[in-house]
């Protein structure tokens, strides 16, 4: 099956815990082998969890929530539902 970005999004929680089944694990680690956008959306899930793991407090900066959901919501946008992303 190819997927595109929007149900790569979808796994990465159950990609990163290994609860995926082999095919759907084996259908995101392909499209991750073409997609920047989406392994780069896996390193920040997986950094976010390690930083977190240890019980540390970070401040952010002012507005920064507002800006990543409003970045989130145009690059959810930005990709047709139906349309499987191209394979490089």
Same mark, same amino acid.
């Given at each position: 099956? /190819? *997927?595109?970005?929007?149900? /790569?999004? +979808? %796994?990465?929680?159950?990609?990163?815990?290994?609860?995926?089944? =082999? $095919?759907?694990? !084996? +259908? /995101?680690?392909?499209?991750?082998?073409?997609?920047? @956008?989406?392994? =780069?959306? &896996? +390193?920040?899930?997986?950094? @976010? &969890?390690?930083?977190? =793991?240890? +019980?540390? /407090?970070?401040?952010?900066?002012?507005? %920064?929530?507002?800006?990543?959901? !409003?970045? *989130?919501? $145009?690059?959810?946008?930005? @990709?047709?539902?139906?349309?499987?992303?191209?394979? !490089?």
């Amino acid at each position: 099956m /190819v *997927l595109n970005c929007r149900h /790569v999004w +979808d %796994y990465i929680s159950g990609y990163l815990d290994n609860t995926l089944d =082999a $095919q759907t694990r !084996a +259908d /995101v680690e392909k499209h991750l082998e073409h997609c920047e @956008i989406c392994s =780069a959306v &896996l +390193d920040s899930t997986r950094n @976010i &969890l390690i930083l977190t =793991a240890d +019980d540390r /407090v970070f401040e952010l900066p002012v507005g %920064y929530s507002e800006r990543l959901h !409003a970045r *989130l919501a $145009q690059a959810m946008l930005e @990709i047709p539902l139906d349309e499987p992303e191209s394979s !490089a």
